[in-house]
């Protein structure tokens, strides 16, 4: 059973080699030591992730990502990720990086929040950032 799926919310998810993305998650949380049931990341719209974080977290803005985590504590992570690919987009645009660049990013972040990270305090957000950083690299040179 795959432990990594890629599903369409309402917007179709277009991006290369997503088998090797797949499996390179799934090897965050070997990395991370803990336990990975199953991961459904879902691709949707702005419009659908903001929905989504009015309902479920009262909040009304737009964001890139929002990671719900469903298992028991000791049990192996199990989770449903939405991923707006409108935000990831204008990030990549904003930040003039690759839209792929950028999709890992938003990918590991929910992965790296699932493993236990945090970003709301500035020193939460510096350690985020260099675990997002430190997985980009390893994934460059494991495609080279």
Known sequence: MTKINFRTGDRPFVFQNKTGLKSFIASIFKKEKRELGVINYIFCSDDMLLK?????L???YYTDIITFGLNEPGEPIEAEIYVSIDRVK???NQQNVSYQNEMQRVLFHGALHLCGYKDKKKSEIILMRQKEDQ?????AKAQK
């Open 52 to 56: 989504i974080n009015q309902d479920f």
């Open 58 to 60: 009262q909040h009304n």
């Open 90 to 92: 204008d990030n990549a």
């Open 135 to 139: 997985y980009l690299h390893l994934l």
